[in-house]
């Protein structure tokens, strides 16, 4: 009998809806106990909504004056640090328009209006060495100090950056005489960063350059974590490139980086930062890879999808397996990697969340920006985290992350560094699009070669 007075409502609902042209289709019902029912959306479906939802964070909220990405928007607080751009959240930004404007949220022109603001805020940002700092103020892109000894160069996070725009010259070459002089823009820029110059002369890259303290904080890019991308952006440059030895000597640490251990039948492949056999937090799986597509990508040690897809399968069987007992920890709700946390007072913190750093935090981006490595695994935690949209979705997507043990305590919070790669890469999922504009530049392939990678375009 329920289940009839169900479909009689659910029909009611559906006619009520249609016969009013100025409501929409309401996505959610109540049952006779009041309880509260969302219809389910299709995979495909599930992934245009998040693609949508997660984009807003890039156009709707980005830096005002600069059109770059906002390091962190609070939607409670919207004023909070406003003016603080992060330079690989822009990068991951760069990319997540491309799929805008492909998607059809935004019309191409949009696109370019913006693209053309970003860049030349960019080519007048303060850069060390070619280096843009972690945060830029956006208004008047100055550097903003990171930390006490980091306010100059940050070589990863310009990576992040570089990636992107690559892609945007790529996507924009062939197009309006507009738009190939802003591809040449995106050129030419992430082509005047020195990356030999933060070798120290040494074989090996480092992360940060001051102009008050030079390399004081002295931290070598080594061994397996977000930093990849850095090693082979830097061999692909024309005029600042590094050889294979500083990649072997610095992130292969003259190959002890392969690593020969297993974690529920999974091989690591490579050592992770940190040393845990569980795999470090699965960012270290998505930012290198936005642009640079590990399928079947290889080099002497090891293989690049095997790497990133046993990885995440590792992150997700730790949440199965579930040893703290964690409330609701499962097929539909797993995914630890660096996000918002909760401080032990309630309120809102940071952490590098993994099956060794397991706070009870979940964050959305780490399963859904895994789903080109595990789709079916991905979608169902999206379609969890839709049936629970009345507290997990915002203004940008689903919020960064929350915590099923605190009755779903909710950061109410977004990082640029978090979203931009769950539009990313559901994109590669379903076209492979950013993948293709950024392995098919000759100067990224020139980088792998270098490297004796071995790829597909």
């Known amino acids: 009998m329920a289940k009839f007075y169900y479909l009689i409502l659910l029909v009611f609902v559906l006619i009520s809806c249609s016969s009013n042209n100025e409501s929409e289709l309401q996505d959610t019902i109540t049952n006779e106990s009041n309880v509260t029912i969302i219809e389910p959306l299709s995979d495909t479906e599930m992934m245009d909504f998040t693609q949508k939802e997660t984009f807003k964070y890039f156009w709707d909220f980005a830096n005002a004056d600069s059109g770059a990405a906002k390091e962190r928007y609070h939607p409670s607080t919207p004023t909070l640090n406003e003016n603080v751009v992060t330079t690989g959240g822009t990068g991951f930004g760069l990319m997540a328009i491309i799929v805008g404007i492909e998607r059809g949220f935004i019309t191409r022109d949009e696109g370019v209006v913006r693209l053309n603001k970003i860049l030349t805020f960019l080519e007048n940002a303060n850069r060390f060495h070619g280096a843009w700092p972690h945060w830029l103020d956006g208004s008047t892109g100055n550097v903003l100090p990171f930390s006490t000894y980091d306010d100059g160069g940050d070589l990863v996070e310009t990576a992040f950056l570089a990636q992107g725009l690559i892609c945007i010259s790529e996507y924009l070459k062939n197009g309006t005489d507009t738009e190939i002089t802003l591809a040449n823009k995106a050129d030419a820029l992430w082509k005047g960063v020195e990356w030999n110059w933060y070798t120290q002369n040494q074989d090996a ?83 290198s890879f936005l642009g640079l597509n590990p399928n079947n990508l290889t080099d002497e040690y090891g293989n690049y999808w095997n790497l990133v897809v046993n990885h995440t399968q590792i992150n997700r069987q730790y949440c199965i397996s579930n040893p703290n007992n964690f409330k609701d920890y499962g097929e539909n709700c797993w995914g630890l990697t660096a996000s918002y946390s909760r401080n032990s007072d309630g309120s809102i913190g940071y952490s590098a969340h993994s099956p060794t750093n397991d706070l009870g935090i979940i964050s959305p981006t780490a399963a859904i920006s895994s789903i080109a490595y595990t789709p079916s695994e991905s979608l169902s935690v999206m379609h969890f985290l839709y049936q629970k949209k009345d507290i997990l979705l915002g203004v940008a997507g689903f919020y960064d992350a929350f915590s099923p043990i605190y009755n779903y305590w909710v950061a109410d919070a977004y990082l640029a560094i978090d979203q931009g790669p769950q539009i990313i890469m559901i994109e590669n999922y379903r076209t492979g699009l950013i993948w293709s504009l950024f392995m098919q530049n000759t100067d990224v392939q020139n980088g792998l070669q270098t490297l004796n990678f071995n790829y597909e375009i």
Not at 227 to 239: E, F, V
Not at 252 to 278: D, E, K, M, T
């Open 205 to 287: 890259l480092y992360w940060h350059w001051s102009p008050n303290y030079g390399f004081e904080i002295n931290l070598k890019l080594t061994g397996y974590n977000e930093t990849l991308i850095t090693y082979i952006l830097a061999a692909a440059s024309p005029d600042y490139n590094i050889s294979k030895t500083v990649y072997q000597n610095g992130w292969a640490s003259n190959g002890s980086i392969v690593s020969s251990n297993s974690q529920y039948g999974f091989p690591l492949v490579l050592n992770h930062v940190g040393g845990s056999n569980f795999g470090g937090p699965l960012f270290f799986s998505h930012y």
